[in-house]
T-cell receptor, first 112, second 113 residues
């Protein structure tokens, strides 16, 4: 089983749609969780951190479920500019060192 | 402007010819790391550094070396590159530890022939 798993997509959605991505992780000792956005051939950039209580930033909502070991990202009212690959990132101490694990990403294409 | 700068952006080299990819950050971050990104495999951590003179292996350290002599710089060294090291490489820095936001450089596309 991969340490961090994401559906690779692509998710093709019309403008204005709501889309949700899930990500599962295997290490129950993981401490921090993030969603990054990566545009084609560009560097990843932080979209939002994910907290146990859930957090919202405009059209984006992230949730963490520690019991089931998954995190989610909800995008409401999709814009063309949301087209990108969304990376789930999990970090924490593992085997005595700081470990950062990226999912392989979920590709989103918003269609006019 | 706060940034992470990598050089070169593109590099084609031959098997066995030593090369260095530089990485520099101007945010006074403690934590720096190197990743490689390959299709279907995502980003994988090569090495990381918690602070000056403190480095540690990530998931895929074989064939790579790093050093952290100054806080701002974290070069990646390939002593004897091989074709399986052809990849897109990213350097990143974080204020402290891997639990804080990572800022990435623009990437270095390396081809080893």
């Amino acid at each position: 089983r991969k340490e961090v798993e994401q559906d690779p997509g692509p998710f093709n959605v019309p403008e204005g749609a709501t889309v949700a991505f899930n990500c599962t992780y295997s290490n129950s000792a993981s401490q921090s969780f993030f969603w990054y956005r990566q545009d084609c051939r560009k560097e990843p950039k932080l979209l939002m951190s994910v907290y146990s209580s859930g957090n919202e930033d405009g059209r984006f909502t992230a949730q963490l479920n520690r019991a089931s070991q998954y995190i989610s990202l909800l995008i409401r009212d999709s814009k063309l500019s949301d087209s990108a690959t969304y990376l789930c990132v999990v970090s924490g101490n593992s085997g005595g060192y700081q470990k950062v694990t990226f999912g392989t990403g979920t590709k989103l294409q918003v269609i006019p | 402007e706060a940034q992470v700068t990598q050089n070169p952006r593109y590099l084609i080299t031959v098997t066995g010819k030593k090369l260095t990819v530089t990485c520099s950050q101007n945010m006074n971050h403690e934590y720096m790391s190197w990743y490689r990104q390959d299709p279907g495999l995502g980003l994988r951590q090569i090495y990381y550094s918690m602070n000056v003179e403190v480095t540690d292996k990530g998931d895929v350290p074989e064939g790579y070396k790093v050093s952290r002599k100054e806080k701002r710089n974290f070069p990646l060294i390939l002593e004897s590159p091989s074709p399986n090291q052809t990849s897109l490489y990213f350097c990143a820095s974080s204020l402290w530890g891997s639990n804080t936001e990572a800022f990435f450089g623009q990437g270095t596309r390396l081809t080893v022939v």
